[in-house]
């Protein structure tokens, strides 16, 4: 790991509290989650933004929703998530860590459940599910997004091959990291939002919705 990065998760680690147990939980059992310097980025923006309504696409065993919720209590998270295993145990996560008031787990693919997310405007939507579908997901659910309000993209630089396509052998791989080449593009082509990339852990896209 890289020096700067390893230093600053040195000194982030004493604001660590229970949830992070589950990190060590997902990554035994291979579970894809938001990075950890990531992870400190978007609670940040949680607090200068103020945000009180957070639509998470992509929950799995709910470590960032319940990192989100922790940052104050009268914050709000909406969070989708397709697989029956990860729902089984974010819904056991979220009680036993208290976290059940504060968010609401929706069960089913993120592409067809608009009318069950639609009774608010949210501050910040998170992208954190299928990567391939960044850009549905992005124009399927930005329209319950706030004027001024953030869009943030995980996985942006997916493991280094977005800015190395050449490394990349496998077929499948390569035509998932070409969408992600192609949304991160798209993105930065939309007139409505401006959008910034930062170069940390797997890569993040802030977008904010203009006027
Ligand atoms: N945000 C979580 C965290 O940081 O703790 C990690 C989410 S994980 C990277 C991505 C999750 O999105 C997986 O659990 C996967 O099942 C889910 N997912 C992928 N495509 C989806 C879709 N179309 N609808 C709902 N969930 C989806």
């Known amino acids: 790991m890289e020096a700067n990065q390893q230093y600053l998760l040195e000194i982030q680690s004493k604001t660590d509290n229970q949830i992070e147990s589950l990190r060590s939980y997902a990554e035994e059992n291979a579970v894809p989650i938001v990075d950890r310097l990531s992870l400190e980025m978007i609670k940040q923006l949680i607090r200068i933004h103020g945000a009180k309504n957070i ?28 697989d029956e295993k990860m729902i089984t145990q974010a819904k056991t996560n979220f009680e036993t860590f208290g976290y059940s008031s504060q968010i609401r787990l929706i ?69 998932m990291v070409k969408k992600v080449q192609k949304f991160n593009e798209w993105l930065m082509n939309q007139e409505n939002y401006s959008t910034n990339f930062i170069n940390m852990d797997d890569g993040l896209a802030i977008s904010i919705k203009g006027e």
């Open 55 to 82: 639509l998470e696409i992509g929950t799995a065993i709910g470590y960032s929703s319940m990192h989100f919720a922790s940052v104050s209590d009268d914050i709000q998270i909406t969070t989708i998530e397709r």
């Open 107 to 175: 069960e089913g693919n993120a592409l067809e459940k608009y009318s069950q997310v639609d009774d608010k405007v949210y501050d910040i939507i998170f992208i954190d599910a299928a990567k391939a579908q960044s850009k549905k997901f992005f124009e399927y659910y930005t329209p319950l997004l706030k004027k001024g309000g953030l869009v943030i993209t995980d996985n942006v630089l997916y493991h280094g091959f977005v800015s190395n396509i050449d490394i990349v052998r496998s077929r499948n791989v390569k035509q």
